[in-house]
């Protein structure tokens, strides 16, 4: 789906590879499987399988047609560091990305040992930054992974944020990202485990965005934490100055 999106932090999605199995507490109420089933009844040909994982040599080409500059969410119908996903694939997904300056994009895994795994082997051009999710404390792990990535932005996704992120240590971190979890059975998230986060990033220089609340928290609050929207983002690394922020 080269499409527009309704994600707060991106403007587009781009998925050459669809679906994905749950490794950690953030993938239980799952909105990419949700959906996936929604399109296989509606008789979506790329969903056909579910939500088994599927790459997608017809989409790979799609980022070099798009005129535009955007910022663009990779694989937000999949994890593209899943066991399942070729090395082979995931190297041309990058040389794409490589080729398409004009585009900034956002790359989320919560498969990180396998990310620092391939790191080595991918181009890592200016406009691609790297993500992992860290939901809660049992994942600050990932973020150790992530340091060893030549990313020129790494950043953090704390959603679905579940629990406080005690000791949260963001050196060689470039972007946070909140926010609870949505969904009818999502799980409430705690404004101290958000104000947390942020006083982090704010200790360490790091730029925060928060994205919404969680259950019905998200149309009764809205994007506001203490009576403002917080919508941060890292220098472009191919244009600003460092340690430079700017705000959408």
């Known amino acids: 789906m080269g499409e527009r999106s309704l994600i707060g932090w991106t403007e587009a999605t781009w998925n050459p590879v669809t679906g994905c199995s749950k490794v950690s507490a953030g993938c239980a109420n799952c909105y990419a499987e949700a959906m996936a089933r929604r399109l296989a009844a509606m008789g979506m040909a790329r969903y056909r399988d579910g939500f088994a994982v599927r790459c997608h040599e017809e989409v790979l080409g799609e980022p070099l047609r798009w005129r535009r500059p955007r910022r663009v969410f990779v694989n937000s119908m999949s994890d593209l560091f899943h066991e399942e996903v070729p090395a082979e694939f995931i190297r041309r997904i990058f040389e794409v990305m490589a080729r398409c300056g004009r585009h900034q994009f956002q790359v989320l895994t919560k498969r990180s040992g396998r990310l620092a795994e391939l ?15 860290v939901e809660r404390a049992d994942c600050l792990w990932r973020i150790d992974d992530l340091r060893r990535v030549p990313a020129a932005v790494r950043f953090l996704s704390c959603e679905p944020l579940l629990g406080p992120l005690e000791g949260l240590d963001l050196t060689g971190i470039g972007w946070v990202i909140v926010g609870g979890e949505s969904g009818p059975r999502a799980r409430p998230v705690q404004e101290e485990w958000i104000d947390g986060i942020h006083a982090a990033c704010q200790r360490a220089g790091v730029p925060f965005f928060f994205k919404q609340w969680s259950g019905r928290d998200i149309r009764k609050r809205g ?3 203490h009576g403002r929207r917080w919508e941060e ?3 472009d690394p191919r244009e600003a100055e460092s340690g430079t922020l700017w705000e959408a």
Request: hydrophobic share 45%; charged share 0%; net charge neutral.
């Open 119 to 133: 790191a080595g082997g991918l181009p890592w051009p200016p406009n691609v930054w790297m993500g992992v999710t």
């Open 233 to 235: 983002y890292p220098a």
């Open 223 to 225: 994007p506001y934490l």
